[in-house]
């Protein structure tokens, strides 16, 4: 008689033990479920993160080109006479200058459409009518860029320009200069 109560409880262990060693299967869809989420979580973190050092590279190339423009229109300025904006000593979206260097007219400007653009004209026949003269064949220098020049001219007679500050606004990175004029 022991014997077979030994006998049905060994049966009874192995049913049980059986069944405990698998998954059921709503363990299975709950952890399927937690694993989706965390792998959600970690792609839309890789590709924030992906996305934030895109946009920051195009600011830094951005930020690049409005430095190389910048140094140009200072080089520009510093080797020019005759320096011009419409608006006088106020801020203006134009200046126009004579390069002694290259014997030409400059023209920088602002657009609407945030584009920095250069116009230049050969040979004018007098230094002076780079103030009036009509510019045409605009180059865009850098896009993205807002901003504006002004002008200050000395007490000098006659009347030079002293200074010439210039302002850029790229992707909300404001960027000034100041140039002294050397007049030849």
């Known amino acids: ?30 952890s399927m479920a937690i ?24 600011i830094q190339n951005d930020l690049a080109s409005a430095r190389t423009s910048m140094e140009l229109i200072s080089k520009t ?4 006479r005759y320096l011009h904006t419409d608006n006088g000593n106020l801020l203006d979206t134009r200046i126009n200058m004579y390069n002694n260097s290259q014997d030409k007219c ?6 609407v459409a945030d584009n920095l653009e250069i116009s230049e004209i050969l040979s004018p026949d007098v230094d002076s009518d780079c103030e009036t003269a009509t510019y045409g064949g605009w180059q865009t220098l850098v896009s993205g860029v ?3 020049f002004q002008v200050v001219e000395t007490a ?9 500050t210039v302002l850029l606004n790229v992707r909300e990175n404001y960027m000034q200069t100041t140039i002294s004029f050397r007049d030849y």
């Open 146 to 148: 807002s901003g504006m």
């Open 1 to 30: 008689m022991k014997h077979k109560a030994i006998k049905k409880h060994t049966s009874i262990s192995k049913k049980r033990s059986s069944f405990v060693e698998g998954f059921m299967l709503m363990e299975m869809i709950i």
């Open 77 to 80: 300025i510093r080797m020019s």
């Open 106 to 111: 400059v023209s920088y400007r602002f657009t």
């Open 35 to 58: 694993f989706s989420i965390a792998i959600l979580a970690i792609v839309a973190s890789f590709s924030s993160g992906i996305l934030h050092r895109r946009n920051s590279r195009l």
């Open 156 to 164: 000098d007679s006659p009347a030079t320009m002293g200074k010439a």
